[in-house]
Nanobody
Framework: QVQLVESGGGLVQPGGSLRLSCAAS????????MSWYRQAPGKERVLVAA????????DYADSVKGRFTISRDNAKSTVYLQMNSLKPEDTAVYYC????????????WGQGTQVTVSS
């Protein structure tokens, strides 16, 4: 059974930090590119950061460049999102997504974790 379980969300003050984790199971983690998306109330889900299957390349939305860092540990089948200098506009539900590197491009989503940035 495929599972992506996010954790690490919560309430943080502006300027603070959080580290999100997404633990994967039920598929070959090292054959999947991983990404983090977020969805704020009333808005579409948007890509925040992505990392290649081998962890040798990553990309970020302009809004988070220099503040967020995506990483992965293939031995632990886990992807992380380190979020620093958080702003109220970072408030959203954060989702991780796995996408196969093979032609079928299978993808899986986690259930999401709430991040709220507020004083």
């Amino acid at each position: 059974q495929v599972q992506l379980v996010e954790s690490g969300g919560g309430l943080v003050q502006p300027g603070g930090s959080l580290r999100l984790s997404c633990a994967a199971s039920g598929f070959t983690f090292s054959s999947f590119a991983m990404s983090w998306y977020r969805q704020a109330p009333g808005k579409e889900r948007v890509l925040v950061a992505a990392i290649a299957a081998a962890g040798d390349a990553s990309d970020y939305a302009d809004s988070v460049k220099g503040r967020f860092t995506i990483s992965r540990d293939n031995a632990k089948s886990t992807v992380y999102l380190q979020m620093n200098s958080l702003k109220p506009e970072d408030t959203a539900v954060y989702y991780c997504k796995a996408r196969s590197v093979f032609a079928d491009r299978r993808s899986y989503w986690g259930q999401g974790t709430q991040v709220t940035v507020s004083s």
